[in-house]
């Protein structure tokens, strides 16, 4: 029942162009624009393409990418297989992890996580904002011989998911209107209406947590809860997905739920640095 983000056909036509701030039109930098643009295309193709499949799913010719996959390759950022097909290489996830805010909060949230699933019979992820949208950077499964959950480096909607709802929740008015600027939707991300997104992180404010079924996945509910930093604002936040069992296993209910993770966010948000007002 593991949950996975990957699509589930070749990608049509060449990727989406994010928005662009006044910044990036006034200083262009097209080879590291074309370089971007192929990393980012074969993250979506774990089978890898052929040169001039890159070129045309990016609307480009293969004479114009050639010098930039050949020195993607000798960097070790992507690799051929059998001589043919390039895909990506772990040296991205590598570089990942060697960042410091996010190697932190992922050592901190290790245990209490594992503690949180133990506990709730659920799986539990942990969520950032990151490039307009929503990230998974860390994942317990449930001990159950059922477990629902996301995959690390899973991207969702920032703007339909308990995780987006928090993020933009516990932020100043500032960072929340950046965020949106920033937002880019993710595979499946619904349409929203903008009034009806900021009632829903107005609710989410005042009850200091989300809880929402999930419009991406019929029978699960998702909590969420904040973890801040050292800022009053929300640094990420603790998920559970909740899924209901019907036969006569007693499991814990989502009031139950709500209470270990109010815990566990409270606990990991001290480890990142918050300390909270009187």
Same mark, same amino acid.
């Given at each position: 029942?593991?949950?996975?983000? @990957?699509?589930?056909?070749?990608?049509?036509?060449?990727?989406?162009?994010?928005?662009?701030?006044?910044?990036?039109?006034?200083?262009?930098?097209?080879?590291?624009?074309?370089?971007?643009?192929?990393?980012?295309?074969?993250?979506?193709?774990?089978?890898?393409?052929?040169?001039?499949?890159?070129?045309?799913?990016?609307?480009?010719?293969?004479? $114009?990418?050639?010098?930039?996959?050949?020195?993607?390759?000798?960097?070790?950022?992507?690799?051929?297989?059998?001589?043919?097909?390039?895909?990506?290489?772990?040296?991205?996830? $590598?570089?990942?992890?060697?960042?410091?805010?996010?190697?932190?909060?992922?050592?901190?949230?290790?245990? !209490?996580?594992? @503690?949180?699933?133990?506990?709730?019979?659920?799986?539990?992820?942990?969520?950032?904002?990151?490039?307009?949208?929503?990230?998974?950077?860390?994942?317990?499964?449930?001990?159950?011989?059922?477990?629902?959950?996301?995959?690390?480096?899973?991207?969702?909607?920032?703007?339909?998911?308990?995780?987006?709802?928090? !993020?933009?929740?516990?932020?100043?008015?500032?960072? @929340?209107?950046?965020? !949106?600027?920033?937002?880019?939707?993710?595979?499946?991300?619904?349409?929203?209406?903008?009034?009806?997104?900021?009632?829903?992180?107005?609710?989410?404010?005042?009850?200091?947590?989300?809880?929402?079924?999930?419009?991406?996945?019929?029978?699960?509910?998702?909590?969420?809860?904040?973890?801040?930093?050292?800022?009053?604002?929300?640094?990420?936040?603790?998920?559970?997905?909740?899924?209901? @069992?019907?036969?006569?296993?007693?499991?814990?209910?989502?009031?139950?739920?709500?209470? !270990?993770?109010? $815990?566990?966010?409270?606990?990991?948000?001290?480890?990142?640095?918050?300390?909270?007002?009187?």
């Amino acid at each position: 029942m593991k949950r996975s983000n @990957r699509a589930g056909g070749r990608t049509a036509g060449p990727p989406a162009r994010r928005k662009q701030r006044p910044a990036e039109v006034r200083y262009p930098v097209p080879a590291l624009d074309k370089g971007l643009d192929v990393l980012e295309l074969l993250a979506r193709e774990p089978e890898g393409l052929l040169l001039n499949e890159i070129a045309s799913s990016l609307g480009r010719t293969p004479s $114009e990418l050639f010098r930039m996959v050949i020195g993607l390759a000798r960097r070790g950022y992507i690799e051929q297989r059998q001589g043919e097909r390039y895909t990506l290489t772990l040296k991205l996830f $590598e570089l990942a992890h060697r960042h410091r805010p996010i190697k932190s909060l992922t050592a901190a949230a290790a245990p !209490l996580m594992l @503690r949180l699933a133990q506990r709730a019979l659920q799986s539990c992820h942990l969520t950032v904002f990151h490039a307009g949208r929503v990230m998974v950077v860390s994942e317990v499964d449930s001990p159950e011989r059922y477990a629902f959950g996301m995959k690390i480096g899973a991207l969702v909607g920032l703007t339909d998911t308990a995780s987006g709802y928090v !993020l933009l929740a516990f932020q100043d008015e500032a960072t @929340r209107r950046a965020m !949106l600027e920033a937002h880019q939707k993710a595979e499946g991300e619904l349409d929203v209406d903008p009034v009806k997104l900021m009632k829903i992180v107005r609710d989410v404010e005042r009850q200091g947590y989300a809880e929402v079924q999930s419009r991406q996945t019929h029978g699960v509910t998702n909590i969420a809860f904040p973890v801040f930093g050292a800022s009053a604002h929300a640094h990420a936040v603790l998920n559970v997905p909740y899924i209901k @069992r019907i036969d006569n296993k007693v499991t814990p209910s989502i009031a139950d739920i709500k209470e !270990l993770l109010r $815990e566990s966010a409270a606990e990991l948000s001290v480890l990142m640095g918050h300390v909270a007002s009187d």
